[in-house]
């Protein structure tokens, strides 16, 4: 309730005549143009909700009157975005793999596109960074291929995938020694024994040495007798460190008893050209050759 | 220049003016009354002193920087603008003479600002609000256009007459005219406020060529109409409504700090043949900036111009009474003054000056140390995050980093990278090469960052758990200056 307006006793200034509790508020009035300012920030706001997308309806939403639209102008970004990069695209498509690589310009477009691609296609399985994941999925990152880690070889199985139904697949397939009864139990366990040995782990020599038969017989056609693998035919090298499916006894045995045979997509529905950004970039993680 | 006589003129030319001044800005019918104070015009009176000698020295000075300085050439070579101060935004770099600075070491300029900061405290504390008086933007350029204002349209009397002036051709001439001279002056500050981020030569012939871009255009636009609006219009109320100074200066003055004084004991009570030296002239008031009285004590809108004192020590003179009824002077003497003790002597030394002027040095002495043992090399390095390691075949861990090495120099130089695990074994693909060994040596691109892909390779024997560390040092070939990064290796369990 408005009281008295008085003037106040120290610091001279007059009172708004409003008193609570004996406290009384002193008089100290905005300037005028300042609550102008106000007004008229008031009315702009008014006028960009007119002009611009701004209140939401049931369905729909008010579009504003000069058609601003943030969605639009993303995609007219990327659009010019997509016409600045056509010619150096262009370029990418016609270019050897080699000269991709030999060349600083495409190459820092292939690997970055080659990263986006991966990201969206690969690296479910192979995981972001090409580091590979437990059972089957090789990493791309160490100095091993299955099927050869040059810039075409990746470029093949990328393109064409492995044991698909792909006409240009990559195929093999190695016997389930132990289901298709064609070894024993413990020839399966001799011959276990013999590929830990090529790394330099068996702890049992007579074992080791029955298994090298065993080896001999049945392995050496494809996994080649020092057992250093084939890569036309996708067979791993035995006598490094790196097991896709485990290098322990058990596991050698049980790949030996029922085979692995993992396979991978043809990628027939991307583009040559992202094919290649692919190969580029799955070639500089770390292993390319 | 006015002396003594333009203030008889003055009175003359305005007889109808009450001899008893307002003693608040804010009209009478508000009070208790109006939410909004509607604005009093300040009509401010010309006059003369040692005080404005002092100010139109400043405004010379600083006005003179801020034109000048943007045309100063300073040589750094080829590759680099010789523009002696220049913010480059495209380029991302500040030149201050011979100190080039880096976006990522913006802190300089932080601390100039907190060095700037705690100057205004040391010379507030000590002087009062000289910034606000003399040095402030604002005022500088408020007294710029009050100087064009009064040569047009004559001093406060004639101003007031003009204003109150039924419109006539005079009128309009005279005001467009006034507000024409504001805008040039305006568009000049605008314009010279753009050299400081545009290289000065190029932005002219660039401007003779229509090629200036439209950013640089509004930036020009915005500069230029607020120092319109600000130093034509607004004025006063920026003191008092918009800064925040004003409000929290206090906090820095004391009863030793010298700010302007009426010297109430001397000048009450005020009146001809009252008795006190004030002859309530309200002269005073009338050349007041901010349209305060000085004889209502110390205010929140009081700038410490000094103005008052000029227009005083004036008036003093003509009746033969001692100058200075308003000076520059401390609360404690107006207290000693009062109780009729002796004058106390103005202390410089005291805690609060001790403490600024030291945290002054402490922070000039760390930025100026700072300064000089910048380096010129950065090493960053970023260790790969997806794989974390990879095994290779012959069971040896290898990890991926992506070394970033800034060169600050505008030349070419080259840096062995090495690491400190003496095994650890570099390969570093350049192009379609790649350098391998214990130590590389890598070439960096001047004035700019270089990013290699640099992969580790340990022995799995050399690396007994998960995560051990790994600095890698980058050694500048010509000089041998080291600049070492640490990071980990990690490895399989």
Redesign the interface.
Known sequence: MPTK?EKDAVS?T????HEWDGVKEL?T???????YTFYATIAWAAVIMLLYPSVPALSGYWKGLIGYSAREEVMQDMATARQARAATFQRIETASLADI??N?ELFTVALAGGKAAFGENCAACH??????AKGGFP?L????WLWGGSLSDIQQTIQYGIRNTHAESRQSAMPKFGIDGVLTNAQISDVAEFVLSLSRRSTDAASATRGAAVFAENCVSCHQENGTGNRELGAP?LT???WLYGGDKASIMETVRASRSGNMPAWVELDPMTIKMLAVYVH?L??GE | MEDRGAIKEADRAAPAAPRKPKATT?PAE???G??????DKVYCKSVSGTVRRWKWIALSILLGIYYIVPFLRWDRGPHAPDQAILMDMAGRRGYFLWIEIWPQEVYYLTGVLILSAIGLFLVTSLFGRVWCGFACPQTVWTDLFMAVERAIEGDRAQRIKLDKAPMSVSKVVRKSAKHTAWIAISLATGGAWVLYFYDAPTFFRDLAAFEVSNATLAMIALFTSTTYLLAGWARE?VCT?MCPWPRFQSAMLDEQSLVVTYQKPRGEPRGKGKGGDCVDCSLCVQVCPTGIDIR?GQQMECIGCGLCIDACNAVMKKIDKPVDLIAWSTVTAQQALEAGREKPRFRVIRPRTLIYASVLVVVSVAMATALALRPTTGLTVLR?????F??????SI?N?YTVKILNKVREERPYTLTTTAPDAHLSV?L??LSVEGQSVTLSTKPDTVSTFRV?VTRARSAVPMESVPLGFIATEADTGARTRTDTVFLAPK
């Open positions: 307006i001279g007059m009172t708004t005549g008089n009035p905005l300037p005028s143009w300042w609550v690589r030999r600083p995981g972001a960074g090409g580091q590979g990493s990152a160490d100095d091993t090298n490094t460190g790196i500089a770390g292993g | 804010v508000v009070f208790g109006g939410l909004y104070k509607t604005r109320q409504y209502d790969d995050r997806a794989p974390l990879v095994t290779l075949s012959d069971g290898r991926g693909a192009g379609d992969y």
